[in-house]
C-alpha cells in the first residue's frame, strides 16, 4: 500500500503480461527468487520513535498486518500493475471488496445506481442489508443506458455500480458510456471484473474509477482460497480506503494474498485457453437440440457480441450459461438438475474461474437466497446452468454434458 515499496527493479512501461508474472515488492536480503510469504501479525520496530513516525503515517514501514503486510503489498501492486490503476487494496473476499468500497466512500442519504443482473450477494447486500444504514440503490437494466440516466438523483447520487459480464447471464454494458454518465453527475462508475481480470479487460481504461475483484474466482485460478480487492487511484484507494480498512479490518490474508500472487503469474495463459475453451462449448451448445438458448457474449448471436469483443480484447471469457429446454419452470428445473447430475468429470460446485470445469444451478445457489421477484429481475430461470469452463480437452466437458442431455 506505500509506493516505497515498489520494486524500483523493474524498468517502466512493461506490458500487463509481463507485470503479471514480475510485479511485486523487492525481494528480502535473503534473495528468494519466488515471492516471500510474509506470515506475520505484527512487525518488530527498531525504535519507540521509529514505531511512533509508523502509526503516525509520518515514515513508511510496516507495523501491524491488519494495517498492511508485504506480501499483501505485493498482490496489491501485481494487481494495480494488471488494471493500470494507481493502487489496488486487498480484501478478505470479494463480497468484502465491495462492502469496503460502498462503508469507505459512502454515508447515509447517498444513492447507489447499480445493475439488476448482478451476482446476487451483491443485489442482496445493496437491495437489503445497506438500506439499513441509509444507502439506497435503485436497480436498472445492465444494458438500457436511458434507465440509468433517468435513476440519477443530482447530488445524491454517488455511485454506479455494473458487473460486465455478469453473472451468470453474461450481460454486457458499455463501460465508457456509463462513467461519462457518472462523472456528469459528480458520482463515481466501479466495475465488478471477476468475470474477465485485467487479463481480458482493463476497465479503468474505458473511465471506471473504481475495478472490484472476487480474487476467489480467475485471479486465483485453482479454487484454493477466498480473496477479494478494489483498485482506483490513490485519491481514492489510498486515502479513503486504505484507512477504513485500517479501522473496520476486511483485511486479505497474507497466506490468501501468496496463494493468488502466484496464481496471477498464470493468468494471461489460462484466460485466453479457458475463453477458447468456452467459445468451443458455447458453439457447440448453440447448435444443440436440448438446448434453449445460449448467453455468452463470444457468439455472434449475443446481444452485445461486438461492445464484448472491443471491451474484452476479443474475447468472450470462460463462463457459458444456457438454458435447458422445457415446457414447465418444474420441468425445467428437473432437466438442469438431470444434466447437471448425470455429469462425471465436471464439478458440482458453485464456484468459477477454476481450472476444473464447474457447473451449478443459479437459480437455487447463487440466486438461491433472493426473493422470487429479484431472482425474475435478474433473469434467472429455473433452467438455467452456468458452466465455468476449465482447462480439460474440450470434447471431455462436451461428452460429459451430453449424458445428461441423452436423458431428456
Ligand atoms: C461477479 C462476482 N462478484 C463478486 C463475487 C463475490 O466474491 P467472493 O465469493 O469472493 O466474496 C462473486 C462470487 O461469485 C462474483 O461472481
Redesign the pocket.
Known amino acids: 500500500m506505500t509506493d516505497s515499496f515498489h520494486d524500483a527493479t523493474l524498468p517502466e512501461g512493461l506490458h500487463p503480461q509481463t507485470l503479471a508474472v514480475r510485479q511485486a515488492i523487492a525481494r528480502s536480503q535473503y534473495g528468494e527468487h519466488s515471492e516471500a510469504l510474509f506470515l506475520t501479525s505484527s512487525y518488530v520496530q527498531p525504535d519507540a520513535a521509529t514505531s511512533a513516525r509508523r502509526f503516525a503515517n509520518e515514515e513508511p514501514g510496516y507495523t501491524y498486518t491488519r494495517t498492511s503486510n508485504p506480501t499483501v503489498t505485493s498482490f496489491e501492486q501485481r494487481l494495480a500493475g494488471l488494471e493500470g490503476t494507481q493502487a489496488a487494496i486487498g480484501t478478505a473476499?470479494?463480497?468484502?471488496?465491495?462492502s469496503l468500497m460502498v462503508y469507505g466512500l459512502l454515508k447515509s442519504g447517498d444513492h447507489i445506481i447499480a445493475s439488476r443482473s448482478?451476482?446476487g450477494?451483491?443485489i442482496k447486500l445493496l437491495g437489503s442489508e445497506l438500506v439499513r444504514f441509509g444507502i439506497e440503490t435503485t436497480f436498472v437494466s445492465q444494458t438500457d443506458l436511458k434507465e440509468w440516466q433517468a435513476a440519477i438523483r443530482p447530488g445524491v447520487t454517488k455511485l454506479l455500480f455494473a458487473?460486465t459480464p455478469?453473472?451468470p447471464l453474461t450481460d454486457v454494458c458499455d463501460i465508457r458510456a456509463l462513467a461519462d454518465l457518472a462523472h456528469n453527475a459528480g458520482a463515481w462508475l466501479a466495475v465488478?471484473n471477476?468475470?474477465l481480470t485485467p487479463a481480458l479487460q482493463r476497465a479503468a481504461s474505458f473511465g471506471a474509477d473504481l475495478v472490484?475483484h472476487?480474487?476467489?474466482?480467475f485471479l486465483e485460478g485453482q479454487g484454493r482460497v477466498?480473496?477479494?480487492a478494489v483498485c482506483g487511484s490513490s485519491a481514492l484507494v489510498q486515502d479513503k480506503l486504505v484507512p477504513f480498512i485500517r479501522t473496520a479490518g476486511f483485511n486479505l490474508s497474507p497466506f490468501n494474498a501468496w496463494v493468488v500472487l502466484k496464481g496471477m503469474e498464470t493468468l494471461f495463459v489460462r484466460m485466453h485457453e479457458q475463453s477458447r475453451n468456452a467459445l468451443q462449448l458455447a458453439q457447440w451448445l448453440q447448435d444443440h437440440p436440448k438446448v434453449a438458448r445460449v448467453y455468452y457474449p463470444g457468439l455472434a448471436s449475443h446481444p452485445q457480441h461486438a461492445l464484448a469483443m472491443q471491451q474484452q480484447g476479443g474475447f468472450g471469457g470462460a463462463v457459458v450459461s444456457f438454458d435447458v429446454q422445457g415446457e414447465t419452470p418444474e420441468q425445467q428445473r428437473a432437466n438442469a438438475f438431470a444434466v447437471i447430475d448425470h455429469s462425471r468429470v465436471i464439478s458440482k460446485t458453485?464456484?468459477?474461474g477454476d481450472t476444473k470445469t464447474t457447473i451449478a444451478h443459479p437459480a437455487t445457489t447463487?440466486h438461491g437466497r433472493l426473493s422470487e421477484e429479484q431472482r425474475q429481475a435478474a433473469g434467472v430461470g429455473q433452467g438455467l446452468i452456468r458452466v465455468s469452463v476449465g482447462l480439460e480437452f474440450p470434447k471431455d466437458i462436451q461428452d460429459d454434458l451430453e449424458r445428461g442431455f441423452s436423458l431428456l
Not at 93 to 98: L, Q, R
Open positions: 473476499t470479494g463480497m468484502a471488496a465491495i448482478m451476482f450477494s451483491t458487473e455478469t453473472n465488478d471477476s468475470f472490484i472476487s480474487g476467489t474466482k477466498m480473496a477479494g458453485t464456484n468459477l447463487s
